[in-house]
């Protein structure tokens, strides 16, 4: 089941406005799934909770679920919730992870998720490389400065003119932006793989 970060869209604030029409921050995941979500567990548990909605996409009507699941509430016994996501609704999540909003997660059935979906990017393996490197690592760690290249180069053999050249390109492609952070489109197209999936296939087999 796919997951994918989203920038603001129509479609994002529609479904926002919905389902948390308070919420105003801009952080934004879906997710693109046919099996159930069997428990939508909601109640304040060490600073942390989840919050859930369903919305009927035909009226974008929504409804809230209670809360439930702890020691003190029942679980959710809703036979119809714990089928979905489903073509026409969608399930949304607030989370709060110890005390910091964690942004909203859409769960979203096939026959919906078109028009959410992010462009998909063709990489080079330099530029995807770079991209989990930037992901996954710190610009600066245990005193070396340019850390995300060291490890990068010591997994996967990269030089640093290749480095350089790729990073150019990402910029350029805005995966990255102007000071070589990753932007939401980036996060998408370095996937979820990490560096020592990228070495080369003589290392592999090795």
């Known amino acids: 089941m796919p997951t994918y970060h989203l920038n603001e869209s129509e479609a994002t604030y529609a479904l926002t406005r919905a389902s948390f029409p308070s919420y105003n921050g801009r952080k934004f995941q879906l997710e693109?799934?046919?099996?159930?979500?069997?428990e939508m567990t909601s109640y304040w548990d060490g600073g942390s909770r989840d919050y859930w909605a369903i919305v009927d996409l035909t009226t974008m009507q929504s409804m809230d679920v209670p809360e439930n699941g702890s020691g003190f509430t029942?679980?959710?016994?809703?036979?119809?919730?714990a089928a979905l996501p489903r073509p026409g609704f969608a399930v949304v999540r607030h989370s709060i992870f110890c005390g910091k909003d964690s942004g909203l997660t859409f769960y979203l059935h096939p026959d919906n998720a078109a028009k959410f979906l992010p462009k998909v990017e063709e990489l080079t393996r330099d530029e995807k490389i770079v991209l989990v490197a930037t992901r996954s690592l710190k610009s600066s760690y245990a005193g070396i400065k340019d850390y995300r290249f060291h490890e990068a180069n010591r997994d996967t053999r990269i030089t640093?003119?290749?480095?350089?050249?790729?990073?150019?390109?990402?910029?350029?492609?805005?995966?990255?932006?102007?000071?070589?952070?990753?932007?939401?489109?980036?996060?998408?197209?370095?996937?979820?793989?990490?560096?020592?999936?990228l070495r080369e296939r003589s290392e592999v087999s090795a």
């Open 32 to 38: 693109v799934r046919d099996t159930p979500i069997r």
């Open 74 to 81: 029942p679980n959710l016994q809703n036979v119809e919730s």
């Open 160 to 197: 640093r003119e290749r480095w350089d050249t790729a990073k150019s390109a990402l910029i350029a492609r805005r995966l990255l932006n102007s000071a070589g952070a990753i932007t939401v489109e980036g996060r998408n197209a370095a996937g979820t793989g990490d560096l020592y999936q």
